[in-house]
């Protein structure tokens, strides 16, 4: 979902976090008054979010795997810091069919 500056303007900070949750790349679903990561989320997705969450100081309240945020108002500021903080390196295993032509341009 792409906002625009007024869309984000009328977004409680509920809102906010689960858009940059899911601008970030997590798999994000509103479960009621809380956010839950998706079945195809992997199991680190959870500590990853723990993570940012404390380093940014984001009051979060944890009811098993769901969570909720504590404050009614999300700085567009604090968005912006869970989107472009450095993430990992991903390595990928480059297998010889990587390598063939065929592949390439079928991709």
């Known amino acids: ?13 509920q809102e906010r976090l689960f858009e940059a949750l ?13 956010l839950t990561l998706s079945r195809g ?4 997705d959870y500590q990853t979010i723990k993570v940012l969450f404390k380093k940014f100081n984001i009051p979060v309240f944890w009811q098993g795997n769901d969570f909720q945020l504590l404050v009614n108002r999300f700085p567009v500021g ?18 010889d069919y990587h390598f063939r032509w065929r592949v390439f341009a079928n991709r």
Do not use: C, H, Q
Request: hydrophobic letters at 45%; a positive charge; zero cysteines.
């Open 41 to 44: 989320s992997a199991a680190l």
């Open 78 to 95: 604090m968005m912006k810091k869970i989107t472009t903080i450095a993430g990992r390196e991903f390595p990928v295993n480059m297998n």
């Open 1 to 13: 979902m792409k906002s625009n500056l007024f869309t984000l303007e009328l977004m409680d900070g």
């Open 22 to 34: 899911e601008m970030r790349g997590f798999l994000v679903e509103k479960n009621g008054s809380f």
